[in-house]
């Protein structure tokens, strides 16, 4: 259906796959690129493996998977998301505007994940490029093998954040109940403020980056053989 | 001087034990090495065929038609996969593997009609280019997970678990990854690759519904989806499999191979192929999903006649990886400098971990990687798939089959009680199953 | 490895429809749990000096009325009856120790499936839609409930082996998950005088609740023991006589839903399965914090 310059999809007469055989259909340049899925009624994969740049806003709570291994493409949550938001995402925007369940842009390789709310546990696990901004608290284990990218949490983190840190760069506002294994707080120097900076205003979400603490990789797990843990 | 006589070694501490317990106190840390067990297990070896004589016809030599085809992915993919041999090459990363060795084992299968698979790390354009029909893994770790991957694969398999480390995650080491390796995997170089134990997304066979569903939605359910399962409970893994959604299960034995990961999980965790190949068949057959959901079988799978018989017992194809390896040149007796200076010799090599290997399959190292050349390699493992589906057939015309998916487990025995229990074939010259006929 | 849910009524309004609302959740749990269903319904307390039986022996042409005139003989006491699908919901004047030492004497065949003031429990195996079919769950009226959604793992698809497990007089518990040291456990707790059926891991956690509860832990203590005792991962959902409790174990694999509107409280594996209640769009929406108890109960 086509209304005011958005197409709408709804979720309780339409079958997903057919909504993702339009959505997966649009190429870098088409005018057709806004769209708006009502009645999500917590199903999953809703917006999964989308590949080109488009807007796409959903009313209500998605399931697990929304918004999975995204490119390119803007997408709103105008509701609470399930586990695996914005999983293996590789670019573009995903905008939770309630809270998110576990894992949350687990494996994520790029882009950008806002969640307005609080993530539950296992936020950013494996996270391997994306950014992202949590506007409340994170749960448990969060980061846990962060290989790249940056996690900022505004509220506070769970036990064990960041365990078995790679490379990854956190930066919470708030209390940490504990850091996991290998995984200690750094110096917040100027650049590091500016790279917060710059996350806070991509993300839309207001905070000092004053406030924040930034914790990292010790690297002692970095080799088997623990004789060259500087390595890098 | 020592009187030879008077000499009495420990059958509890023979000398290897005594030397891993000094290394563990040398070290501190457990042994991580590649390949698979080295202890002796039942295996296909412990199973005859009956060949047929009076009471069965068989087909004749090279003339009459033996058909080794086999469809994969019928049950929800809407492009199944269609293998002209039943024989099919295991996932094996790149980055345990060169490139070299990843170009020769896709341009074979693909002049045999069958598909190779990607492994921990991603999917390389060279691979995509050989391999006609490539099986792209999911894997715990997610290194190099590319959805535009996803889209260009022919089959997709979600990992759960393999036969050498059911349970377990991988490791790695550092002296592998170089630059590129690194780049793919989103980490800095040099340093250990620790791949997670489960996936990091999901847990439990109603989670995996769910994943296989979206992966089914991101790319249009048109690719069949495997799931693959290390070897432990067998029965209960496969039937959740099915319940989960996929399209084929393939079950690795504890005979399957690694790169790299702890001694003590490659000897002391996961079942043999033999019982497991049983258990799984059993499960479909349970679930009336035999040959609706197609098993793939692998560890251990080295000659025509372990295909055989494994597609005897109720597996719809193989896969191998070790024997692959082998195939192309692992452990052949040359370079035996090089296989000195990691301290082994050929036919005892187990050195994939160290990136150091001497006939150029497992490592990254240019000067090495051109010990295999692709075509080279290439040829050699189209010859052994060849030889291994001539002996295929051939077992199985000498079982009056036409098809090799005809062969059953009452067109064999058991050579040893221990087969015969787990595989649930008599033992040879008798009618005696254990645990089966009242015995 | 299954799907849960519950729904507590805090008005009462709610109450007539909740088999209806339960039933729709239930039905949206079915990928989750395709092997066997069940519910544990609380409504229409029985007076003091009566008891509240569910009895199952797997047939639904079992002759309950002529068990009824044995018991009516023997005991000299009242005694009602209603046959819902395959069990039937007795209401006997009479405390629970003697009808049960009466039914195990006499009718060893019969299992009760539950037992108390106001509990009911209805299993079986098959896909949850049918199993709501063949009990009528959707007529069923009650101040709240709880359901699951079975995919077993390791034990058999029977109805034995379904959820909710009872687990003492008006308690019953439903779980997702999977225990990693149920087998020794079970064999201690046996030694220790709980019964067991099968070989399930879930009925495991719920004897071991039951044992805690009678060695005089309260349900919040024995919550918080199941923690430190249980090996493995699990959400459990136990129900009470005055409303339920929710607890993840404290590594939180599996997750789990908690809403709340005016009208209602609801858990669930998954959101989708309270999507199709009134009001969920608009009610607050949590998920439980692992290690962490949370209960209802209208006090």
């Known amino acids: ?232 | 001087m020592t009187d030879p006589r008077a000499l009495r070694g420990s059958a509890t501490f023979p000398p290897e034990v005594i030397r891993e317990i000094q290394r563990a106190a040398d070290q501190g840390v457990y042994e991580i090495r590649g390949f698979g067990t080295k202890r002796k297990i039942p295996s296909f070896d412990d199973l005859l065929m009956l060949g047929a004589s009076v009471s069965r016809y068989p087909l004749e030599g090279y003339r009459e038609a033996c058909d080794t085809s086999v469809m994969i992915g019928t049950r929800f993919a809407k492009k199944p996969i269609e293998l002209k041999i039943p024989i099919t090459v295991a996932g094996m990363s790149f980055g345990a593997l060169g490139s070299h060795a990843k170009r020769s084992l896709g341009w074979a299968a693909t002049e045999m009609g069958t598909s190779t698979t990607t492994g921990d790390g991603g999917m390389t354009d060279e691979e995509r280019e050989a391999s006609k029909t490539l099986v792209y893994q999911v894997l715990p770790s997610r290194y190099g997970m590319n959805p535009d991957d996803l889209r260009r694969a022919d089959a997709i398999e979600v990992v759960v678990g393999q036969g050498a480390k059911p349970g377990g995650g991988g490791m790695l080491l550092g002296q592998k990854i170089n630059e590129r390796v690194a780049k793919m995997r989103d980490l800095p170089q040099g340093i250990d690759q620790r791949s997670a134990s489960r996936h990091p997304d999901w847990t439990g066979p109603d989670d995996l519904e769910i994943k296989i569903h979206e992966i089914r939605e991101i790319t249009g359910w048109e690719k069949p989806i495997y799931v693959k399962v290390g070897a432990t409970r067998t029965r209960f893994d496969t039937a959740l499999a099915v319940k989960a959604g996929a399209d084929a299960v393939v079950v690795d034995g504890m005979q399957g191979g690694t790169a790299a990961t702890q001694d003590v999980f490659i000897e002391h965790v996961g079942i043999p192929t033999l019982p497991a190949v049983r258990q799984a068949v059993e499960a479909l057959q349970e679930l009336d999903m035999h040959r609706k959901v197609q098993l793939i079988v692998s560890g251990g799978i080295r000659s025509g006649a372990d295909v055989a018989k494994a597609l005897a017992m109720g597996a719809d194809a193989v896969s191998i990886g070790s024997a692959a390896m082998v195939a192309l040149g692992c452990n052949k007796p040359v370079y035996h400098e090089d296989y000195e200076a990691l301290g082994t010799a050929p036919g005892f090599c187990h050195h994939c971990h160290t990136g150091r290997c001497p006939v150029g399959v497992t490592t990254q190292d240019p000067e090495l990687e051109k010990r295999l050349p692709p075509e080279k390699g290439g040829r050699l493992m189209r010859n052994y798939l060849q030889t291994m589906v001539l002996e295929l057939q051939t077992l199985a015309r000498a079982c009056g089959k036409s098809h090799v998916l005809n062969l059953e487990p009452q067109d064999m025995v058991a050579l040893t009680v221990e087969a015969a229990a787990m595989a649930q074939v008599p033992l040879a010259g008798t009618d005696w199953v254990p645990g089966k006929n009242n015995y | 490895m299954c799907g849960i849910v519950g729904l507590f009524a805090k008005s009462p309004e709610l109450q007539p429809e909740l088999g209806r609302h339960l039933t729709a959740m239930l039905v949206e749990m079915t990928d989750r749990g395709p092997d066997s269903a069940g519910v544990a319904v609380y409504r229409e307390p029985v007076e003091k000096g009566w008891t509240k039986l569910s009895l199952c022996n797997g047939h639904a042409e079992y002759p309950w009325e002529t068990l009824s005139q044995e018991f009516a003989d023997d005991f000299g006491r009242e005694i009602r009856h209603e046959q819902r699908g395959s069990h039937s919901v007795f209401r006997i004047h009479e405390d629970f120790e003697p009808i049960q030492a009466w039914l195990r004497h006499r009718h060893p065949e019969l299992r009760i499936v539950s037992a108390g003031d106001s509990i009911e429990i209805f299993k079986e195996k098959g896909l949850p839609s049918d199993v709501a079919r063949n009990f009528s769950l959707d007529t069923l009226s009650g101040t709240h409930a709880l359901g699951h959604t079975r995919m077993a793992t390791e034990s058999a698809v029977t109805t034995e082996h379904s959820h909710p497990f009872s687990t003492g007089l008006d308690l019953c518990l439903v779980h997702n998950g999977s225990l990693s040291n149920h087998n020794r456990l079970r064999s201690y707790l046996r030694r220790h005088g709980i019964d067991f059926q099968t070989d399930n891991d879930s009925e495991v956690a719920a004897g071991y609740l039951a044992w805690r509860m009678r060695e005089g832990a309260t349900l919040d203590e024995a919550l918080q023991s199941a923690m430190k005792d249980l090996d493995g991962f699990f959400t459990f959902a136990v129900g009470t006589r005055d409303g339920f409790a929710v607890v993840r174990d404290p590594i939180g694999c599996k997750h789990g839903v908690l809403a709340e509107t005016d009208e209602w409280v609801a858990m669930a594996t998954e959101y989708r399965a309270i999507a199709p209640l009134p009001g969920a769009d608009k009610a607050s929406i949590w998920e439980p914090v692992p290690g962490q108890i949370y209960s209802w109960s209208r006090s």
């Open chain 1, 1 to 232: 259906m086509k209304t005011n310059g958005y197409i709408e999809f709804d979720l309780d007469g339409e079958e997903l796959s057919s909504v993702h055989a339009r959505l997966h259909s649009v190429k870098q340049g088409d005018n057709e690129r806004s769209f708006r899925i009502v009645n999500p009624r917590g199903k999953h994969a809703v917006a999964a493996g989308l590949n080109a740049p488009m807007d796409v806003r959903i009313d209500g709570h998605v399931g697990f998977y929304c918004g999975g291994m995204n490119k390119e493409a803007d997408i709103t949550i105008n509701g609470q998301a399930g586990p695996g938001v914005g999983e293996n995402m590789m670019s573009g925007l995903i905008r939770v505007c309630g809270n998110a369940s576990q894992s949350a842009g687990a494996t994520g390789r790029g882009g950008m994940l806002v969640i307005e709310g609080d993530a539950s546990s296992r936020c950013g696990i494996s996270m391997k490029g994306i950014d992202i901004v949590v506007g409340g608290s994170v749960g448990h284990m969060s980061c846990f093998m962060g290989q790249r990218g940056h996690l900022v949490v505004c509220g506070d983190a769970g036990h064990d954040l960041g365990d078995s840190l790679y490379e990854a760069q956190i930066f919470v506002r708030g209390s940490v109940d504990s850091l996991g294994a290998d995984c200690v707080e750094k110096e917040m120097r100027p650049e590091h403020i500016e790279t917060l900076k710059g996350l806070l205003a991509r993300s839309g979400v207001n905070a000092d980056p004053k406030e924040f603490r930034r914790y990292g990789s010790a690297r002692k797990l970095y080799n088997f053989h623990i004789d060259n843990a500087d390595a890098l």
